[in-house]
């Protein structure tokens, strides 16, 4: 394995993070091959990676997590091929799984973890901190993060006023790690940026080297970035964010109403969609720890 991590780091220059990733999908990988008395990966068979999806099917694994895991294995084998230690890919004709439009996809606490350790304490990294931080803490849409101005934060009774497209507000309470980020960018980050421009918009809280407030797409883009540092570009996006944002609200304990007030969703049935998440988690605890499951 130490080759195939060495040549996507100094050959297609990933990052260590999604480096870190590749290792943990081929270590788990080559743990379910011993345990089918399967000495090495190199041994591994078309056969062998059918297993290996099945096994993550019945482990309700999601389909976004065994897509993951199916990329990082067989680019591990595609090199194997191209300095010929062996003949065919096993994972050439593995079918990823087609994704259920309406899975959720959410990070767990360990990558969100992960993702809001990243930004340095440069001017962009309070700014990305910052960002990312309201993010998850509000789970807010990105449509309405680009909308916030500085009147809409009130550090003193800790919330935040969000604005829709349609005008209309709500009131979310700000958390201490958002606080923290949010107070940190507006003392060094925000006001640095705004004396190094000559354009002075309207008092909007997230900016660009400008001056001028993000565009969604610029949102995206911060997004993307830190995603790639962790092995999750592909997956990450802002609505990633909100959905993790509800998940971890309702799997320590909070309301579907709450939730509802809380993100701004009209139809119930969102809600439900992200309570069915948390439910399958549960049952999959159940199933696993339950002597008479």
Not at 81 to 101: G, L, M, R
Not at 275 to 284: C, E, G, I, P
Request: glycine content about 4%.
């Amino acid at each position: 394995m130490k080759e195939f991590l060495d040549y996507i780091k100094n050959e297609e220059n990933k990052a260590e993070n999604t480096i870190l990733a590749y290792k943990r999908d081929i270590s788990a990988f080559e743990s379910f091959l011993k345990k089918r008395e399967i000495p090495n990966l190199i041994e591994c068979t078309h056969g062998d990676s059918i297993a290996y999806i099945l096994y993550l099917k019945n482990e309700n694994k999601s389909k976004a997590t065994i897509n993951r895991k199916i990329s990082s294995i067989r680019a591990y084998y595609s090199r194997k091929v191209q300095i010929n230690e062996i003949e065919k890919n096993p994972f050439d004709n593995v079918k990823t799984a087609k994704s259920d439009k309406r899975e959720i996809d959410y990070l767990s606490t360990e990558e969100i973890k992960a993702l809001l350790e990243l930004p340095e304490k440069t001017l962009k990294g309070l700014r990305d901190k910052a960002l990312l931080e309201v993010m998850y803490g509000t789970g807010a849409r990105v449509t309405e993060i680009n909308k916030i101005k500085n009147k809409d934060i009130n550090f003193k009774m800790n919330f935040i006023t969000c604005t829709d497209g349609q005008s209309n507000s709500r009131i979310i309470p700000l958390g201490s790690y958002a606080h923290k980020a949010l107070q940190e960018y507006m003392d060094e980050g925000y006001c640095a940026i705004k004396r190094s421009v000559s354009i002075h918009p309207e008092d909007y809280l997230f900016i660009n080297f400008s001056g001028n407030p993000l565009t969604r797409q610029g949102v995206w883009k911060i997004v993307k970035e830190y995603g790639s540092k962790i092995g999750i570009e592909t997956r990450m996006t802002p609505q990633i964010l909100r959905n993790t944002f509800a998940v971890h609200m309702l799997q320590n304990g909070a309301d579907l109403k709450t939730l509802q007030e809380l993100m701004g969703f009209d139809d119930i049935s969102v809600g439900m969609a992200y309570l069915s998440v948390t439910n399958n988690r549960v049952k999959d605890v159940f199933n696993r720890s339950h002597p008479r499951a």
